[in-house]
């Protein structure tokens, strides 16, 4: 059973546009919503986490938007670069205990 | 700082055999985890390890063993490997202080079981 559902399975961006790749949980007791950034022949790296306390969350060009009555969540790219080409991964879990599960993952491409 | 060091960093093996996947941190970090990556399943938790000396079943334990003897390694084995056991295999570790919840993630170890 799926408990993380991560949507589009790939998105392709034409350079400056928004980049949005949405994730939908089905445990309420989740408190914590970070994402990772995956290059080609890497490890995962946590991007951006939000805690439910918070609607929004903006770093740079990054922003999570938080939906705890829908119990969805999305990854905003802003100005998307071609730098910004990866595998990006949404997970949920409990804050202070790591063991997150993970969506399936959006393989994010921009084109110039 | 290299961080965390997986090893091999691929393996081709006939089913059956007996195979070891390394890992090692160097962070002094508390726990340790294995997930494994496959295409449209994203990243599933094998088994993980809050501190030396225990261990807990993640997601998909079924298959794979792990030991936790010190606080910097965190071998995962497969007794008798099957085809389905065929993915990319990642170790990550936390500090489990509770500040950012991070995961720090090797480099991966790609497994191909014949």
């Known amino acids: 059973q799926q408990q993380v559902k991560q949507s589009p399975q790939s998105l392709i961006v034409q350079k400056g546009g928004i980049s949005i790749i949405n994730c939908a949980y089905e445990?309420?007791?989740?408190?914590?919503f970070p994402w990772y950034q995956q290059f080609p022949g890497k490890g995962p790296a946590l991007l951006i986490a939000i805690r439910p306390d918070v609607s929004e969350k903006k770093e740079g060009r990054f922003t999570i938007s938080f939906n705890k009555s829908a119990k969805q969540f999305s990854l905003h790219i802003m100005d998307s670069q071609p730098g910004d080409s990866a595998t990006y991964f949404c997970a949920a879990g409990y804050f202070g205990n790591e063991k997150l599960t993970f969506g399936t993952g959006t393989r994010l491409t921009i084109i110039p | 700082i290299a961080g965390i060091t997986q090893a091999p960093t691929s393996q081709i093996l006939a089913a059956g055999r007996r195979m070891t996947l390394r890992c090692t941190q160097d962070m002094r970090h508390n726990a340790m985890y294995w997930y494994r990556q496959d295409l449209g399943l994203g990243l599933r938790l094998i088994h993980y390890s809050n501190t030396a000396g225990t261990t807990g079943k993640g997601e998909v334990p079924d298959g794979y063993s792990v030991s936790r003897a010190n606080t910097d390694d965190f071998p995962l084995t497969l007794a008798s490997a099957v085809p389905s056991q065929t993915s990319v295999y990642f170790c990550?570790?936390?500090?489990?202080?509770?500040?950012?919840?991070?995961?720090?993630f090797g480099e991966g170890s790609r497994l191909t079981v014949l």
């Open positions: 990550a570790s936390s500090t489990l202080a509770g500040n950012t919840g991070e995961l720090f």
């Open positions: 445990n309420t007791a989740f408190d914590y």
